[in-house]
Nanobody
């Protein structure tokens, strides 16, 4: 069965860095786009970043552009989110999710309802 397992969250100071990982299994990893989304305290689910099925295209929310870097490793079947210059407003539960459509080439402006499997999340807290 499809599984997505996030890890790498924790406590970081403002300006610090964290690297999130999402280990995927149960589906052809190189065939599907993947995203990271987050839910901050008292907030709704927010799309953060996405990468298309072959890794040739990435997209970022304006709030993280220039600070976060998304990548995928087809050998390890793992999705990564490198988060630098962290801010307190980045505090959230971070989820990875898999696209329901095979080999979608674009990753921006895709509704969250188009992602059919989600991990349980990893908590990121940015505080001094």
């Amino acid at each position: 069965q499809v599984q997505l397992v996030e890890s790498g969250g924790g406590l970081a100071q403002p300006g610090g860095s964290l690297r999130l990982s999402c280990a995927a299994s149960g589906f052809p990893f190189s065939g599907y786009a993947l995203i990271w989304a987050r839910q901050g305290p008292g907030k709704g689910l927010e799309w953060v970043s996405g990468i298309n099925y072959d890794g040739s295209e990435t997209a970022y929310a304006d709030s993280v552009k220039g600070r976060f870097t998304l990548s995928r490793d087809k050998v390890k079947n793992t999705l990564y989110l490198q988060m630098d210059s962290l801010k307190p407003e980045d505090t959230a539960l971070y989820f990875c999710a898999k696209d329901r459509q095979y080999a979608r080439t674009v990753v921006g402006a895709i509704p969250l309802s188009e992602y059919d499997y989600w991990g349980r999340g990893t908590q990121v807290t940015v505080s001094s």
